[in-house]
């Protein structure tokens, strides 16, 4: 059984267990999101997760304080599938992802911010290693390499989004609803570009992310209760999560107790290449 179901049941009457999720599937295909997969490849390709960054020449390794960050990944834009347009990403260039990983930084205050880069190039790319600078020190990380592929894949809401709550699932179908989210993903880890976010916590990144980008901390509930907070709560379909990097055995990433970080960005900054103004959103278990 899984864990929320009976967070589906309507209390004022009885649940007919035998039913399917055949009658609610319309609905649902209708609410899917396309992301980007990324999963793993067996080849070497400039894409991966870990290692070291092929950063072009120019390009300094990121630092916060005078620290480098630890590296995350790097995409390679132009792999993306070409029938996948809606966010209207660069069609060349690549993102090369840090964090600091000695920092623990939740995303909900203020403060955090220099914890982590997302850094866009549109030079050409580069295919050998950066090397270390020399202020790297034994307590940062290099993660393990992991090359990967760009797959296109079809999303669909957590069990915490209203839309699915209103269907008032039964046991059966809250678990037919659970298998259809993380089929998806084919066993693999979840890291993904765009698309729903596979949520470990709550379901307000993007209103926490509006807060804590207006000075707000968020690291309790005082942060969200106030009437600026609310009248903030209308811009969050400004948001969209740009990317997720699962805990990943492979490559020894570990983001607390099996969590995920969340890379969040306003639309308007997505659509003009501002990836410096990436927000992220640390949660786990």
């Given at each position: 059984m899984t864990f929320f179901k009976s967070l589906f049941k309507n209390k004022n009457k009885t649940i007919d267990n035998s039913k399917d999720l055949s009658e609610h599937l319309e609905f649902i295909e209708s609410l899917k999101r396309p992301a980007i997969s990324l999963i793993?490849?067996?080849?070497?390709?400039?894409?991966?997760?870990?290692?070291?960054?092929?950063?072009?020449?120019?390009?300094?390794?990121?630092?916060?304080?005078?620290?480098?960050?630890e590296f995350i990944c790097q995409i390679d834009l132009s792999e993306i599938p070409t029938e996948f347009s809606q966010y209207k990403l660069p069609e060349s260039g690549q993102l090369f992802v840090f964090y600091d990983q000695s920092s623990g930084s939740w995303g909900f205050d203020?403060?955090?911010?220099?914890?982590?880069?997302?850094?866009?190039?549109?030079?050409?790319?580069?295919?050998?290693?950066?090397?270390?600078?020399?202020?790297?020190?034994?307590?940062?990380?290099?993660?393990?390499?992991?090359?990967?592929?760009?797959?296109?894949?079809?999303?669909?809401?957590?069990?915490?989004?209203?839309?699915?709550?209103?269907?008032?699932?039964?046991?059966?179908?809250?678990?037919?609803?659970?298998?259809?989210?993380?089929?998806?993903?084919?066993?693999?880890?979840?890291?993904?570009?765009?698309?729903?976010?596979?949520?470990?916590?709550?379901?307000?990144?993007?209103?926490?992310?509006?807060?804590?980008?207006?000075?707000?901390?968020?690291?309790?509930?005082?942060?969200?209760?106030?009437?600026?907070?609310?009248?903030l709560k209308e811009n969050i379909s400004d948001w969209v999560m740009l990317l997720q990097i699962d805990s990943d055995d492979s490559t020894d990433m570990m983001w607390g107790d099996c969590g995920m970080l969340y890379f969040w960005i306003k639309r308007e900054d997505l659509k003009a290449n501002r990836f410096e103004n990436t927000w992220m959103i640390f949660q786990c278990c």
């Open positions: 793993q490849n067996d080849s070497k390709s400039f894409s991966k997760l870990g290692g070291l960054p092929y950063l072009p020449q120019g390009l300094d390794w990121p630092e916060n304080n005078g620290t480098p960050l203020p403060q955090d911010k220099g914890d982590w880069k997302i850094v866009y190039s549109s030079l050409p790319p580069k295919h050998n290693e950066t090397p270390l600078s020399e202020k790297w020190n034994k307590d940062k990380i290099i993660f393990n390499e992991k090359f990967i592929t760009l797959v296109q894949i079809d999303t669909y809401p957590d069990w915490q989004d209203d839309r699915i709550r209103s269907l008032q699932l039964t046991d059966k179908q809250a678990e037919e609803y659970d298998e259809i989210i993380h089929s998806v993903y084919k066993g693999q880890e979840q890291h993904q570009l765009f698309g729903f976010p596979s949520l470990v916590q709550d379901n307000e990144m993007a209103w926490e992310c509006e807060l804590v980008t207006n000075g707000i901390y968020c690291g309790d509930a005082k942060g969200y209760q106030t009437e600026t907070a609310q009248k």
